[in-house]
């Protein structure tokens, strides 16, 4: 299994506040992502890495913003949360051009807003 | 507008039956494809792959078919066992990308 930790794992926050979600690599992995899971729309990407300092945005990106100061750590931020951010956020990593060309996720955070 | 679709959201098979999910995609760019699984409370697990070179690849129970024409393509799991029972999400990669389009999922419940 790769070595890929989310924190927290759970997290019930109130509207507007900031939450910041971390992934933690120790694959030494590129390439990083944020996706969150919602019934009826699987996973979406929020935002990704392709290195230190390096990110874009993904598919739903209003609302979230990423740093990524470290080629282990990729942190996730919602600035005020808003209660349709309530979802399942997962984190992944890939690394272009290895044998298995596919990306391993971590095991999710489960954060409610209310 | 889903570029990748599975129109299935669930599926009930009976023990050592074969399961057959589908899935379809819009963009013809993709030309590479992936099968994940997910457990509850668990991230998603890379099941099997294929190359849009490709029309089909096995591994073990699991086999994988690409009908680029159609633009779909479907996992096939035989013999069906009970531990198979989560849910299958497709994705798909455009050429020279990096990133993933992941289909809405299908739950696969294999009854013993």
């Known amino acids: 299994d790769a070595g890929i930790t989310q924190s927290p794992r759970h997290k019930v926050t109130e509207t507007g506040t900031p939450v910041t979600l971390r992934c933690h690599q120790t694959e030494n992995h590129r390439y990083m992502y944020w996706y969150r899971q919602d019934p009826g729309h699987g996973l979406r990407l929020i935002h990704y890495s392709y290195g230190v300092k390096d990110t874009d945005k993904g598919e739903v990106s209003d609302g979230y913003s990423v740093s990524r100061s470290k080629t282990e750590d990729f942190l996730l931020t919602l600035e005020s949360a808003t209660s349709s951010q309530t979802s399942v956020y997962f984190c992944?990593?890939?690394?272009?051009?290895?044998?298995?060309?596919?990306?391993?996720f971590g095991p999710g955070t489960r954060l409610t807003v209310l | 507008d889903q570029q990748v679709k599975q129109n299935s959201p669930s599926l009930s098979v009976q023990e050592g039956r074969i399961s057959i999910l589908n899935c379809d995609y819009t963009?013809?760019?993709?030309?590479?494809f992936l099968w994940y699984k997910k457990y509850p409370a668990e991230g998603p697990t890379f099941l099997i792959s294929i190359s849009s070179i490709k029309d089909k690849n096995e591994d073990g129970r699991f086999t994988v078919f690409l009908n680029k024409s159609a633009k779909h393509l479907s996992l096939h799991i035989v013999p069906s066992q009970p531990g198979d029972s989560a849910v299958y999400f497709c994705?798909?990669?455009?050429?020279?990308?990096?990133?993933?389009?992941f289909g809405p999922g299908t739950r696969l419940s294999v009854l013993p």
């Open positions: 994705a798909a990669r455009r050429t020279g990308g990096q990133n993933f389009v």
């Open positions: 963009n013809s760019m993709f030309d590479y």
């Open positions: 992944a990593i890939s690394e272009p051009g290895t044998r298995k060309d596919t990306q391993y």
